[in-house]
């Protein structure tokens, strides 16, 4: 089993739709929970970040994280064309040394049409 | 616009030939890591660097690799005796603040061909 699974996509969705991008893992230590947007030729932009579980919500963006099912989520509302690009999910442990060692899924490629 | 440059952009080198490959923090960061993404597959963790010292390694990590901060400020990895398969995006991370718990922010990468 790999320890971040994620869904490669391609998603595609119509403009204004919620859009639902979700990952799971295997490893009960991770604590930390990073979701980052990557557009073509681009490094990783960091969109959303929790250590706890529960929701977070920036904007558009709301972050959700179950420890007890290992699953974790971002939801965009309102999506809009420039939010076509490659999602990533990344998570870290909370040990001292390790906080930024992060373990990325593969990433879901969002296309979001007019 | 990222807050790590990273030059060049692009490098193209022969199999077996070294490269380095820098970042440019535009703060003043003690935390710095390096991370790799082959085409089509996932950014995966190479190195962390802190306060002038590898602090952890991956198993990609090995012999050929090597990363320094020679004038204080660049941060480069290099890469000894180039393969084919170290073709790749690699990029360069900093924390977002002083806390080493505190999230990445990474530079647009730089893209390796080995040929």
């Known amino acids: 089993q790999k320890e971040v699974e994620q869904d490669p996509g391609p998603l595609s969705v119509p403009e204004g739709a919620i859009v639902s991008l979700n990952c799971t893992y295997s490893?009960?230590?991770?604590?930390?929970f990073m979701w980052y947007r990557q557009y073509s030729r681009k490094g990783p932009e960091l969109l959303m970040y929790?250590?706890?579980?529960g929701n977070k919500e920036d904007g558009r963006f709301t972050a959700q994280v179950d420890k007890s099912s290992k699953y974790i989520s971002l939801f965009i509302r309102d999506s809009q064309p420039s939010d076509s690009a490659t999602y990533l999910c990344?998570?870290?442990?909370?040990?001292?040394?390790?906080?930024?060692?992060?373990?990325f899924g593969t990433g879901t490629r969002l296309q979001v049409t007019l | 616009e990222p807050e790590v440059t990273q030059t060049p952009s692009h490098q193209v080198t022969q199999m077996g030939q070294e490269v380095i490959l820098r970042c440019v923090p535009i703060?003043?960061?003690?935390?710095f890591y390096w991370y790799r993404q082959i085409l089509g597959q996932k950014v995966e963790f190479l190195v962390s660097?802190?306060?002038?010292?590898?602090?952890?390694k991956s198993e990609i990590f090995d012999d050929q690799f090597s990363v320094e901060r020679p004038d204080g400020s660049n941060f480069t990895l290099k890469i000894r005796s180039t393969k084919l398969e170290d073709s790749a995006m690699y990029f360069c991370?900093?924390?977002?603040?002083?806390?080493?718990?505190?999230?990445?922010?990474f530079g647009n990468g730089t893209r390796l061909t080995v040929t």
């Open positions: 929790t250590y706890s579980s």
């Open positions: 990344a998570m870290s442990e909370i040990n001292t040394g390790t906080a930024s060692k992060l373990t």
């Open positions: 703060s003043n960061h003690l935390y």
């Open positions: 660097f802190y306060n002038n010292e590898i602090s952890e």
């Open positions: 490893n009960s230590a991770f604590q930390y």
């Open positions: 991370a900093r924390q977002q603040g002083s806390n080493y718990n505190s999230p990445l922010h």
